[in-house]
Every structure is written in structure tokens, then in C-alpha cells.
């Protein structure tokens, strides 16, 4: 069964940079679009970042854009999140996930179970 | 951005009742392919978020067909046609149209 699983989560002072990592199994990320949702604690489902299957195109939220970079890397099956000149409200559990549709950027299919950040001094 | 909205926020269901979602865009979701560009995720207690419907109406592999995505444009509905238990969560829409994808607030679904 495809797996995810996010790591690199953590306490960090305001200004500071995390990044995140999101491990793929038992398929090729190479074929799908990836993308990384948020989640501050207590509410909704923000949506980050995504990426093209071949990391030829990024998309970012206006809140991260400037701060946070989606990249990937095929060959070691895994997904990254570079998040710097962190802010309070960027605290969050933070999911990657794919895409059940190859060739699609949505119908997230598969999700990791979270790595929690927390931003504060 | 789109803006996505949901009523109600907060539903109440007997199992075995049928439930109902609903979710509007501040723009149409309709691309010239004639496909509509919103899926619906639940997140359970404790878990991840799943994915039940894409493209409006197309139920994700392994999801009960008591679950059932309808519309088009700007108006959506999610139904659960017999609730059960195990159906308890928060329901999100989310427009997968346009950059930056938007989710909506979420309907958080019990039971009495």
C-alpha cells in the first residue's frame, strides 16, 4: 500500500528555518503531482505548496510565497518543504500528499500522517 | 482566490439518516473541458484527511457508495445517503481549479 511519511517537524524560533521531508513508498512520485497541506491547530485545511511531477513547475499560497521552497527529488523517492524566515502562524501539522490522477494536481489521495511545527520563542 | 464556503458548519445525524453538504465557490469550478474542478475530503478524529469524491462527483477507490458528490459550477453537495457511525469527522470541500487551491471552512459531522 503507497505510504508517506513526513518528518522534520519541530519547535523553532521566529525567523527561523525547518525542512521538511516526506518519504515515499510502494510507488514512484515521479509520476504524480505532490503537494503539502497545512493544518494550525484547532482549525481547517490550508493548502501550501505543489509540484510538478518533473519539479518543472511550483505553486505556492500567498502567505508562504518568498519564504518556502517545494522542491523534489525522484531518484530518492521523497518530497521536501525548505521553510525559512518562519512566523508564528506558520505553526501547524504540516501533511504531504498525492495525487490519485496521474497528470493531476488535486484529487489527493494519498496522505501522510503529519509532522507537527511549531514556531515560537 | 476562490473562496469556498460550506453549510451548514455543523451537522447532527441519526444513523441510518441521510446527511447533506453543501459547498459554493465564489467562482465558477467548470473548466472548458466540462470537467468541475472540486473534490470532498473527511478528516476523522485523530487522522489524516481522506479523499472521497474528485471532480465533483467521482467516488475515490475504496469509498462506500452511501457517499455521493453532485453539481456543477458554483453549487455542490456532498450526500451520505445512511449514516453511520463511523462517519463522524469534518467534511472539506476544495476547489482545485485555480492557484492558490482553496479549502473550504469544513462541516464537522456527528452523531446524536
Known amino acids: 500500500e503507497v505510504q508517506l511519511v513526513e518528518s522534520g517537524g519541530g519547535l523553532v524560533q521566529p525567523g527561523g528555518s525547518l525542512r521538511l521531508s516526506c518519504a515515499a513508498s510502494?510507488?514512484?512520485?515521479?509520476?504524480?503531482?505532490m503537494t503539502w497541506v497545512r493544518q494550525a491547530p484547532g482549525k481547517g485545511l490550508e493548502w501550501v505548496a505543489n509540484?510538478?511531477?518533473?519539479?518543472?513547475?511550483?505553486f505556492y499560497v500567498d502567505s508562504v510565497k518568498g519564504r518556502f521552497t517545494i522542491s523534489r527529488d525522484n531518484a530518492k523517492n521523497s518530497l521536501y518543504l525548505q521553510m525559512n524566515t518562519l512566523r508564528a502562524d506558520d505553526t501547524a501539522v504540516y501533511f504531504c500528499a498525492k495525487s490519485h490522477l496521474i497528470g493531476s494536481n488535486g484529487d489527493l489521495q494519498h496522505w501522510g500522517q503529519g509532522t507537527l511545527v511549531t514556531v515560537s520563542s | 482566490d476562490i473562496v469556498m464556503t460550506q453549510s451548514p458548519l455543523s451537522l447532527s445525524v441519526t444513523p441510518g439518516e441521510a446527511a447533506s453538504i453543501s459547498c459554493r465557490s465564489s467562482?465558477?469550478?467548470?473548466?472548458?473541458?466540462?470537467?468541475?474542478?472540486l473534490d470532498w475530503y473527511v478528516q476523522k478524529p485523530g487522522q489524516s484527511p481522506q479523499l472521497l469524491i474528485y471532480m465533483a462527483s467521482n467516488r475515490a477507490s475504496g469509498v462506500p457508495d452511501r457517499f455521493s458528490g453532485s453539481g456543477s459550477g458554483t453549487d455542490f453537495t456532498l450526500k451520505i445517503s445512511k449514516v453511520e457511525p463511523e462517519d463522524i469527522g469534518f467534511y472539506y470541500c476544495m476547489q482545485v481549479l485555480e492557484i492558490s487551491f482553496t479549502f473550504g471552512p469544513g462541516t464537522k459531522v456527528d452523531i446524536k
Open positions: 509540484i510538478k511531477e518533473d519539479g518543472s513547475q511550483k
Open positions: 510502494r510507488f514512484s512520485i515521479s509520476s504524480y503531482w
Open positions: 467562482q465558477s469550478l467548470l473548466h472548458s473541458n466540462g470537467n468541475n474542478y
